[in-house]
């Protein structure tokens, strides 16, 4: 049994992207593992003390570790991300933290077969135990190739016509 390498950092794209103080659009980073000590300390703040919900903030801006060409994450990147990157960073947190992988549960449409895929990839997840038997209907050599096709959003109309429909599902603030 091969034991393989833990996986610190994992690497995510954000749905719309941050824009920084020239206007450039950042949208590839990476986020590493959280320790103790980032969901300890930010309790110590005042301003998550203040107010708690600075505890998400602050803990992305101690384990998002890369945002495009930006030199630092900190604290008013977070602040300043829209909030559907801010939800989907705090869902790859609790992903990459909680089960120590980037992946979401799924299943085939024909069969029925439950598995993981990779969020980033749309690759099936296999741990190590799997990978290391043969599928017996998959013989050796063949290669079964598996097509996912990834939800994407239209950006070309950001027009918001009144109908409530904007390509995107419902998420936050319901009240406004």
């Known amino acids: 049994m091969s034991e393989q ?10 749905p719309r992207g941050y824009v920084d103080d020239d206007g450039t659009l950042h949208k590839e980073g990476r986020m590493r593992l959280a320790t103790a000590a980032d969901e300890i300390q930010p309790l110590q703040d005042p301003k998550v003390q203040s107010n708690q919900s600075y505890l998400t903030i602050t803990l992305l801006a101690r384990v998002v570790t ?7 994450v900190d604290r008013s990147v977070i602040e300043n991300l829209f909030v559907t990157d801010l939800e989907h960073l705090q869902a790859m947190y609790e992903r990459v933290n909680n089960r120590g992988r980037n992946t979401v549960a799924t299943g085939c449409p024909e069969c029925g077969h439950e598995f993981e895929a ?18 017996p209907a998959a013989p050796a ?25 904007t390509g995107e599902l419902a998420s936050g603030n319901p009240t406004e």
């Open 5 to 14: 390498p833990l996986q610190t950092e994992f690497e995510f794209t954000l």
């Open 66 to 72: 890369e945002l495009g060409t930006l030199e630092t």
């Open 141 to 165: 050599g063949d290669d079964v190739e598996m097509e996912f096709e990834a939800p994407t959003v239209d950006d070309t109309d950001d027009t918001d016509d009144g109908d409530g429909e």
């Open 118 to 135: 990779d969020v980033l990839t749309g690759r099936p997840h296999m741990s190590a135990e799997e990978s290391a038997v043969e599928s």
